[in-house]
C-alpha cells in the first residue's frame, strides 16, 4: 500500500509569507507526528497527533508554527511569517497507535525561505 | 531525560569491510532504541529496533546492533559494507514519558563507503 506521502516536496518562498505543509499518512494510523531536519539543529519533534487532538506540541519552535488534522487523517502544518531560520527538510511519520510501533516516515518537505 | 550521543559525524569505510557506528544512550525508562538510514533526498527508514528481547538485534540489509546495558550502548555493525550502503544512519531512543512513542534522534552518522 502507499507510505506517507507529503507535499510539496519543496517550497521556496519569501521571508515574512505564510506557508502550509500536508502530511498524508498511511491508511488507518491514527498517530501522526511531525519532525522538522535542519543543519544547525538535527532532526527535532515538533507536534504529535491521536486522531484529531494533539496531546503534544512542546517542540513548535514558536506561535508562529501550527498544526491541525482533520478526520483523523491528513495534517497540515503552518509557519506564519516565515523566517529565515525556518529553513528546514519537515519531515511527517505516522504510526498505527501510538506506543511502542514503528513510525513510517515521509519523503519531507524542504522549506527554503528567502 | 533520554538523549542519544552518536559517537562519531562521519565514517568512511572501503567496500567489503565491516562497518561500526557507535550509539551511547541515556534513558530514565527501559529504553528502546532504533537505528534509522536516511538516503540522499529519501525518507527515514527503520534498520532495526530494540525493545527489551534479545540484546542482539538483526536489522534488515545485514546490519546488526547489540544493546548493552552495562556500557549503555547500542552500536550497529555490519560485517561487509557495500557501496548501497552509503547514507545517513540515526540513532534513535523512545521517550515514553507522554504516554506516546516519542523519538529523540541523534546528530546522526555519515556513513562513506569507497571502492
Known amino acids: 500500500g502507499a507510505g506517507v506521502s507529503q507535499s510539496p516536496s519543496n517550497k521556496v518562498t519569501e521571508k515574512g509569507k505564510d506557508v502550509e505543509l500536508r502530511c498524508d499518512p498511511i491508511?488507518?494510523?491514527?498517530?501522526l507526528y511531525w519532525y522538522r531536519q535542519s543543519l544547525g539543529q538535527g532532526l527535532e519533534f515538533l507536534i504529535y497527533f491521536q486522531g484529531n487532538s494533539a496531546p503534544d506540541k512542546s517542540g513548535l519552535p514558536s506561535d508562529r508554527f501550527s498544526a491541525e488534522r482533520t478526520g483523523g487523517s491528513v495534517s497540515t502544518l503552518t509557519i506564519q511569517r516565515t523566517q529565515q531560520e525556518d529553513s528546514a527538510v519537515y519531515l511527517c511519520?505516522?504510526?498505527?497507535?501510538?506506543?511502542?510501533?514503528?513510525?513510517?516516515f515521509g519523503p519531507g518537505t524542504r522549506l527554503t525561505v528567502l | 531525560a533520554q538523549s542519544v550521543t552518536q559517537l562519531d559525524s562521519h565514517v568512511s569505510v572501503s567496500e567489503g569491510t565491516p562497518v561500526l557506528l557507535r550509539c551511547n544512550y541515556s534513558?530514565?525508562?527501559?529504553?528502546?532504541l532504533f537505528w534509522y538510514v536516511q538516503h540522499p533526498n529519501k525518507g527515514l527508514q527503520l534498520l532495526l529496533k530494540?525493545?527489551?528481547?534479545?540484546?542482539l538485534v538483526k536489522g534488515i540489509n545485514g546490519f546488526e546492533a547489540e544493546f548493552k546495558k552495562s556500557e549503555t550502548s547500542f552500536h550497529l555493525t555490519k560485517p561487509s559494507a557495500h557501496m548501497s550502503d552509503a547514507a545517513e544512519y540515526f540513532c534513535?531512543?523512545?521517550?515514553?514519558?507522554?504516554?506516546?512513542?516519542?523519538?529523540?534522534f541523534g546528530a546522526g552518522t555519515r556513513l562513506a563507503v569507497h571502492p
Open positions: 511519520a505516522s504510526s498505527f497507535g501510538a506506543s511502542g510501533n514503528e513510525q513510517f
Open positions: 534513535v531512543v523512545s521517550d515514553p514519558s507522554g504516554g506516546y512513542n516519542k523519538l529523540i
Open positions: 491508511s488507518g494510523h491514527t498517530a
Open positions: 534513558s530514565s525508562y527501559s529504553p528502546s
Open positions: 530494540y525493545t527489551s528481547a534479545a540484546t
